[in-house]
Structures are given as C-alpha cells and as structure tokens.
C-alpha cells in the first residue's frame, strides 16, 4: 500500500458525496428559496426604511397642522378685536399683520399639501414592499418544504457513504486529511492530483499550471509538493 492509497480512497469516496451535494446544492426548488430569502430580505428592508421615513413625515405633518391652526387662532382673534372697533390709526398696522398671516397660511397650505402627497406616496411604496415581502415569504416556505423534501430522499446515501468516509479517514495520514479537509471547505477538488507532463515542462494536472523544473526532483525528495496557483497536493507514490 502506498503512502498516498489509504488518502485516494477517501478522496474517491467523498468525491462521491460531492456529487451528491451538488445536486442537492443545484436543485431548483433549493436555487428558488435562496433567491426568495433574498428578495424577502430586500423588501423587509425596504417596509422597514419607508416605514421610519413615514414616522418622520407623519411627526413633521402634525406639527405644521399645528402651526397652521395657530395662525388660523391669530386670524380670529384680529376678527375679534376688529369687531369691537379700530383706532384710526391702527387699521394700517392691523391690516399688514392680517396679510403676513395670510401669507404665512398660504404658504404652510402648500407645504402641507406637498408633504401629504409625498406621505402618501412613501405609504404606498411601504405598501408593496409588504406584499412582496409576504409574497416571497410564501415562496421560500414552499420551496424550502419541496426542498426539504428532496435532500430527505438523498439522506439514506448521504448518511453511508458519511459512515464509509469515517472508516476510511480511520486510515489516513492526518496531516493529509487535515490538509485535505482545508481544501474541500474551499471546494478545491480533487485536493490530492497527480504530476503532469507536458512537453517542455510538468504542470499540476489539477489547474494545469506550469510548474518549476526543479518539481520532478523535489516531488522525488519529498512525496508530495504543494501547488503555488491552485494550493492543490500534488502527489508521487
Ligand atoms: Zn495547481
């Protein structure tokens, strides 16, 4: 048995565990749910956001109204000072405080209008953002359950060839499979390859990359060398 046999054999079988996983990892209804959590995410973002700008609008709305109906108290109180007689010379003076009033309504009217209709419009984004929201929710429950559905088919496979793998690593270098362990969490796979020839050079059959001259002697000396561009193990047995 060579140096790498006992590695090589858990590396075929948990390449056939990959395969597994990728067609759970593939699988429409699990594609469909990643992208509903997604879209739900986004739209609970955005009811949450015009939900806080509403807050804002609304407390600044009431407090022009209050404004609004202060000057409208001012107004009357005139009428009312009118009503029981004006000195001469005070119509003058009472006249321009009636019309800066009057201008001041007519402005805080405008104003009011404008914020309501902006209001109005950011309740009605907020609006759609909770349909999508709910809408998406409903997808990525229905998805998710399809899906939950199909990875349990696959869980009788999954659980032997687990158990299959747990003997073989029973078998293995350490260091080999700790450094086999790393690369497969980065999905460089196969981790363990071999040398290969090309015709000037050798190359990590893994990424195809050129390798230094000096490979073939140093992969002799040590058994295996590590590849700078893809990490990969190349191997000599
Ligand atoms: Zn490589």
């Not at 067609?23 to 429409?28: D, L, V």
């Not at 804002?56 to 109204?65: A, G, T, V």
């Not at 119509?91 to 805080?108: E, F, H, N, P, Y």
């Not at 409903?138 to 747990?166: G, H, Q, R, V, W």
Request: a neutral charge; proline letters at 1%; aromatic letters at 6%.
């Amino acid at each position: 048995m060579g140096k790498f046999t006992a590695m090589l054999q858990y590396q075929a079988a948990d390449a056939r565990l990959r395969k597994l996983e990728v067609e759970i990892e593939n699988h429409s209804d699990y594609v469909r749910a990643v992208k509903a959590r997604e879209l739900f995410e986004d739209a609970k973002r955005r009811a949450e956001n015009t939900e806080q700008k509403a807050d804002e609008l609304l407390k600044h709305y009431e407090k022009m109204l209050a404004v609004y109906a202060d000057g409208q108290k001012k107004l009357e109180d005139i009428e009312v000072t009118a009503a029981a007689g004006i000195a001469a010379d005070n119509v003058d003076k009472i006249r321009t405080a009636v019309s800066k009033i009057g201008d001041l309504l007519s402005r805080l009217e405008k104003e009011i209008g404008q914020l309501s209709s902006h209001l109005e419009n950011i309740l009605r984004v907020n609006d759609t953002a909770r349909k999508d929201g709910s809408k998406f929710r409903t997808i990525f429950d229905d998805s998710a359950a399809k899906y939950k559905k199909f990875k349990s088919t696959k869980t009788p496979e999954i659980d032997a060839l687990n158990k299959e793998l747990a003997a073989l690593a029973a078998g293995v270098d350490k260091r080999l499979l700790d450094h086999y362990n790393a690369l497969r969490k980065d999905k460089v796979l196969p981790a363990f390859v071999t040398l290969e020839k090309t015709e000037k050079s050798w190359s990590c059959s893994g990424c195809r990359m050129d390798l230094p001259m000096d490979t073939l002697s140093k992969l002799k000396a040590d058994g295996m060398i590590e590849c700078d561009n893809c990490r990969r193990i190349i191997y000599m047995e």
